[in-house]
């Protein structure tokens, strides 16, 4: 008697929300803003709202569920990721403050008044995001690259947790806000983009955040553009020949223009064998771990 073939599928896996669940978020989220796109307040209520989501799939089904954490390890992210935030913001609102005018003036000299206002909003919002992402990939490569771009971004921070989760896109260094609200700042003051901007930073947070996501899903067709998850942790990983990959932290595009693109599995994340502590993070800008194995 002829045995059943082995299911392919192992437990507890639903191929459809492999597929479907990043390009769902993406879609879900744009619509909400678009239905009213002059409402400060669809930033936060779209970024609790993903996070709920996406916490609740990991918790369910993780991806590695040595990368679950205890609730009060989730509990210490989920307060710091809140005041991180505000941080950002502040520092968003302190860019406005000190670059409107003078790249509004620049604008004028350099006759950039080139942005195209009369496109749809929807395709300005991908010409300000990917035009964005451009200038982050070459920041972030520099980050990488250049040990003293490396240390006064304090990027190692964000590399240096073992376990990650969707939370994980806002566990940074005080010190790279200023690096993380650069491009979007100046594509938006330099051109003079309006509301689409709004736009294109909340689709970059939402990316950003299932990027780093504890969840299997699915690169294919998404992954031509958008940065998944599959290649976010890649560029998480402890080897370093892997973590000099996949820049783009909510486009892919770029790296798969500049060649530094690359698919694959990861084993371990973190910045060395070991984690370091809350403090010793905060001071990495000054003092990088001794085990550090993916320093520049
Ligand atoms: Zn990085």
Not at 6 to 32: C, F, H, N, T, W
Request: net charge negative.
């Amino acid at each position: 008697m002829r045995s059943k073939p082995a299911d392919k599928r192992s437990p507890g896996r639903i191929p459809a929300l492999e597929y479907l669940l990043q390009p769902a978020i993406l879609v879900a989220v744009m619509a909400l803003w678009f239905s009213n796109p002059e409402e400060p307040l669809i930033y936060p209520i779209v970024l609790a709202t993903v996070h709920v989501l996406l916490g609740v799939i990991e918790h369910w089904m993780p991806a590695r569920p040595d990368w679950l954490q205890p609730a009060r390890e989730k509990l210490m992210n989920v307060v710091l990721v809140v005041v991180l935030t505000i941080g950002i913001g502040i520092v968003a609102g302190w860019y406005d403050m000190l670059l409107r005018e003078p790249l509004a003036e620049l604008r004028a000299i350099l006759h950039l008044d080139i942005w195209p206002h009369d496109w749809p909003l929807f395709a300005q919002v991908l010409l300000v995001f990917f035009t964005g992402e451009f200038i982050w990939y070459w920041l972030h490569r520099m980050e990488h690259r250049w040990a003293l771009v490396w240390r006064i971004s304090g990027h190692g921070v964000h590399h240096s947790f073992k376990k990650l989760g969707g939370l994980n896109f806002g566990l940074n260094h005080p010190l790279e806000f200023f690096f993380l609200v650069a491009p979007s700042a100046f594509v938006e003051l330099l051109f003079g983009v309006g509301i689409a901007a709004a736009g294109a930073s909340i689709l970059a947070v939402v990316q950003a955040s299932i990027a780093h996501a504890n969840i299997r899903m699915n690169s294919r067709v998404i992954g031509w553009l958008f940065t998944t998850n599959e290649y976010h942790i890649h560029h998480h990983s402890v080897v370093m020949e892997e973590s000099n990959t996949n820049y783009g932290c909510a486009a892919i595009v770029w790296d798969r223009l500049f060649g530094t693109f690359e698919p694959g599995p990861t084993r371990e994340a973190g910045t060395g064998p070991t984690e370091p502590t809350l403090w010793r993070k905060a001071l990495m800008p000054f003092r990088e771990p001794d085990d550090t194995a993916i320093a520049p």
